[in-house]
């Protein structure tokens, strides 16, 4: 009798910091406005047009060709940029008062090399973590570092090289590089 008095507490001390497992999180930054580049698809919709409405690629030159209104400049413009742009050409000549709204149908791909399953150039979903590339890469080889990976971005006309956690998001166009641990 006297040890199930002292016996309960005891166990119910014990269980009770098992349930207090905590949740780490954390807020992790992400890109405010997407900027286009090479290998990007755009839905364009021109409201009352179902001829120009269609998806059209950003190409290596970094521009759409849009039908009626030629080349538009889309590399290191945002959405809401190239649908100004694309409203104002259509407006000076072909239409009046146009509709115009541009979304982002398909992100240029990412590329991934070095501790992983299988390397290669994969396609980007909007918000991906440098853990999800891994994920989608076949995961990581015996002998990766577990805790970082080096991405290398362009930013204007150079590359830069950031080393990065695993939680931290990627950008469409990235190449993410999982070094090898040496102990």
């Known amino acids: ?13 014990v269980l009770s910091g098992c349930a207090m497992n905590k949740v780490a999180a954390y807020k992790v930054d992400t890109a405010r406005d997407y900027t286009l580049d090479t290998g ?17 690629t950003v190409t290596d030159k970094g521009t759409v060709a849009f039908p009626l209104i030629g080349q538009v400049g889309a590399r290191g413009q945002t959405i809401t940029t190239l649908e100004r742009m694309i409203t104002e050409r259509l407006a000076a000549g072909y239409m ?18 070095g501790a992983v399953a299988t390397a290669g150039q994969y396609a980007y979903v909007y918000g991906m ?55």
Do not use: C
């Open 1 to 13: 009798m006297r040890w199930s008095v002292l016996l309960i507490p005891l166990l119910v001390l």
């Open 40 to 56: 990007d698809i755009v839905r364009v919709t021109v409201y009352g047009d179902e001829t120009l409405t269609n998806t059209y």
């Open 96 to 113: 009046i008062s146009p509709k115009v709204s541009v979304e982002v149908s398909t992100y240029r791909p990412f590329f991934i090399e």
């Open 129 to 183: 973590s440098a853990r999800a590339a891994i994920a989608t890469a076949g995961g990581l080889t015996e002998f990766a570092d577990r805790s970082r990976v080096n991405v290398y971005r362009r930013v204007g006309k150079s590359m830069t090289k950031l080393t990065i956690g695993l939680d931290q998001p990627i950008l469409p166009g990235d190449t993410v590089v999982v070094l090898e641990r040496w102990l």
